[in-house]
């Protein structure tokens, strides 16, 4: 079995995406053939958008799915003559919010206001520069601005951790690598001593760790399994011995790892 | 007039939250008192959540919304119990897809596999390598690996685009920053002549680009508004003359350029 998907928006269609995709998730033995279409912000796209679902309908011998989260009336109206089966997320819950509130709703596109944007900019490229110049304990590393210290072994995840909590969040994010040194006594490194509430390690599983780092240098002492578990080990007593808050990366997508770390630190985003 | 909302799911909240701010975004004169409640994802949990929204209720004195994608049953009748009012972006369409395919939905949260994640892992850390070694134009730069090269004049937002594009999408970006001399002769630099499928441009309003330079190189030349518009018509002149697609960063976020571009040069994303 097989149906054709839309995802529809006046935007980048990343929430008509999720949302649809999480609940496609929850069917098994259907393979859906996936299509974004962005942007649609004028009639003439809205049209352009119907044909290509109405081809889909006509090719496929069945209905496409259209998760849309389209705003405008008159673009909802357009969609709404496609042979596909529209499940709007956006209309759906606006009626009941207008009844909640008692007010209506001024079905207009959020329009990204341009100071909004520009603040964001800002936040986001000061986290990212912060992020990029504080990478792997530099030496220079400047924790005192941190908003978060991510520590753990090398490959356990850190620098995607950080650059992700610097461009979505506007989070400033240093990471720290544990050096043998550090591994050998256990001990929290010196430099990072002023700034405990501010650490958070990173751990992972052994196999995953030697996969990853395979990768990276094929059969060296660094990627050896032996060389992996022990260094996690090592830097797991650390976290116990100095009571160092910790997330397993094994299992966990980076937006995952970045939220957890938000909810651990209780950390308000910035953007 | 104040409302408490909660965005709660069992995991990183992020769909709830985006889709309940777009909805909540057509409300004006309402002040909005936003709280994550992320990775509710056992019966503990959910009545520790049920605890807080009912605390807000009761300090608010009216019911607060609750934006909810929880998908297991269990957790979703626990927080039926609460004081707020719910909207279940998840149940509303799972009952309509169910009608449509004819078949149950498994109402289990999408596990993320271990291989999913791995391979989504090593893609995005592919790409975020990628990005990092080929960013601002550096000598050894490896653009036959790219899958797009973002150009445009310094602080036109290439850096954060190709970081952006690397995590989210796994995508690999290269940029190269216009030196003075290709905005002088206003001709494609030769390095890049051989990929023009894969380049797009990216511009900026002067007085934004302005602002940008200024809080790096307060009142340098750099930062000058006549400077930063002679540039940027430059840069214009060299993308008309060579037909190269470009895309103005002034009123869009980092997201929606990335979306753009993929959309622009047809791309795949890859995780």
Redesign the interface.
């Known amino acids: 079995?097989k149906r054709s998907v839309f995802y529809i928006s006046e935007?980048?269609?990343?929430?008509a995406e999720?949302?649809g995709r999480?609940?496609?998730?929850?069917?098994?033995?259907?393979t859906f053939q996936q299509n974004i279409l962005?942007?649609v912000d004028t009639p003439e796209k809205a049209a352009d958008a119907v044909q290509r679902i109405d081809h889909a309908a006509e090719k496929d011998g069945c209905?496409p799915?259209v998760f849309s989260?389209l705003?405008r009336r008159d673009l909802r109206e357009i969609i709404t003559r496609t042979k596909g089966?529209i499940?709007d997320?956006?209309e759906?819950?606006?009626s009941?919010?207008e009844a909640?509130?008692g007010?209506a709703?001024?079905?207009?596109p959020?329009r990204?206001h341009?100071l909004h944007?520009?603040n964001?900019?800002?936040a986001?490229?000061g986290a990212?520069h912060y992020a990029l110049s504080n990478d792997d304990g530099m030496p220079a590393s400047n924790y005192a601005m941190a908003d978060v210290i991510v520590i753990g072994v090398s490959r356990s995840?850190k620098?995607?951790t950080c650059?992700?909590l610097a461009?979505q969040h506007g989070i400033h994010a240093a990471n720290y690598p544990l050096t043998e040194e550090d591994l050998a006594t256990t001990r929290l490194p010196a430099q990072l001593k002023p700034y405990r509430d501010k650490l958070i390690g990173l751990t992972i599983r052994p196999e995953?760790l030697q996969?990853?780092r395979n990768?990276r240098r094929p059969d060296s002492r660094y990627a050896d399994v032996k060389q992996c578990a022990s260094e996690i080990a090592a830097a797991q007593e650390m976290f116990h011995r100095e009571k160092i808050r910790f997330l397993d990366s094994?299992?966990?997508?980076?937006?995952?790892i970045?939220?957890?770390i938000l909810?651990e630190l209780g950390l308000k985003r910035r953007v």
């Open positions: 079995m935007g980048t269609g990343i929430t999720s949302l999480s609940l496609l998730t929850q069917f098994e033995g259907i962005p942007f209905r799915l989260t705003i089966v499940y997320f956006f759906t819950f606006t009941p919010l909640e509130f007010i709703a001024s079905r207009q959020g990204s341009s944007n520009y964001a900019y800002v986001r490229i990212l995840g620098t995607p650059l992700y461009l995953r996969q990853i990768g094994t299992f966990a997508s980076v937006e995952e970045a939220t957890s909810h």
